[in-house]
């Protein structure tokens, strides 16, 4: 049987990163993605509906990302989709939530647009870090490839 899961989305963080390592030191960083469309119906009238989604960032991807990114800036992510599955504690009813794992990520727009530093300046605040990351980060020239989620690695969130 043939299958094919890829996922492209463009849109704005809804929320800093949220940075955070296994304890095997791989990054995580978990952002949400607000996606618009807008169109106009039959009648005329522009409509907007706006789609949020929960994406998964591993590897030196995750820690660029928490590094540079804030809430409102533009993102392009390519991925996979990824249904999480689990028993609710306090009802004890099966929960379930679809969400998508990033393979590239590409900045959009400049250091300053969007959810940037109020005073125009291009220094972003410090991002919310479970571990103090690795000292050599640079920003990212290309979309980097390759950082998928650990195979064994217990994610801490």
Do not use: C, H
């Amino acid at each position: 049987m043939a299958s094919f899961n890829k996922v492209i989305l463009m849109g704005n963080l809804t929320r800093d990163p949220e940075l955070r390592y296994t304890p095997k030191g791989t990054a995580i960083a978990k952002i949400g993605l607000a996606v618009n469309r807008v169109w106009t119906n039959e009648a005329g009238e522009k409509k907007e509906e706006v789609t949020f989604v929960d994406v998964d960032i591993f590897g030196r991807t995750a820690e660029n990302v928490g590094q540079y990114m804030r809430k409102g800036r533009p993102i392009m992510i390519e991925g996979r989709l990824k249904l999480d599955q689990w028993d609710d504690k306090q009802s004890g009813q099966k929960r379930s939530k679809l969400g998508v794992i990033a393979d590239t990520v590409q900045f959009l727009g400049s250091a300053n647009e969007g959810g940037g530093n109020p005073g125009g300046g291009s220094a972003p605040a410090a991002p919310r870090v479970s571990r103090p990351a690795p000292s050599a980060s640079a920003p990212m020239a290309e979309p980097i490839e390759g950082d998928g989620p650990p195979e064994s690695d217990d994610v801490p969130f």
